[in-house]
């Protein structure tokens, strides 16, 4: 989306010159994406694990992942890009529009949805982990990507083309096994989009009165 940009470096997105928090930050800052209890060693692996993973399905989605080097660099990796392409394979999944930034003006907040796509003939949106998906709360993260795209349409074309074309998508969760395995958890909750905002209206609220809310965000995102 035009004026929308993102550092990886420090995880920070702006719109058209404001700081915005991020969806998964929103989620660590409410608390309910929580590995503070997690050794920092295991924390660090696994964060490896679901970067590169993640990294392989995005360049497989657009069709430019050499599947046999990737194997080939990553063994103990393999097995979860393994269970994607079967996922794709098994249950006629599509991607189309993949790693896509979308931002909420009104709401004041950025994230990156994972993919949208067609699964079976059917409009899907879907956030693949390496992890178990509650541990980082799939039901309401897929919402926010989900209710974020949605607002996006109205001024960016790719988006308005998928949800014209798609108006009813449902969310999804694919878990990924190391063994080459895959589960799917769907998510039909009507009430997961309020519920994520309620918590992006509670960070502007303290960030109006607490500037150290920032700080804060910062602090649970590292």
Known sequence: MIGLTFDPATH??????????????????????DFSQIPADILAAA?????????????????????????RKFPDYAGYLQAWITFCAQEHFLPLLNEYRVVSRRHRVAGTLDTLGVLNGR????????????????????AAYLGLAMEASLEDRKLQKFFNSYPVVKRKAVALHKDGTFTVEPYDEPTDFREFLALTTAFWVVAKHRPRAWRELAEVAA
């Open 12 to 33: 920070i997105y702006t719109f058209e010159g404001e700081r915005l928090p991020s969806v998964t930050g929103m989620l660590k800052y409410g608390g309910l994406i």
């Open 47 to 71: 964060q490896r694990r679901g970067s590169t993973v993640h990294q392989a399905i995005h360049y497989f989605n657009e069709n430019d992942l050499d599947v046999e080097d990737f194997v």
């Open 123 to 142: 409009p899907v949106l879907i956030d693949y982990a390496t992890g178990r998906p509650e541990d980082v709360c799939k039901n309401l993260q897929t």
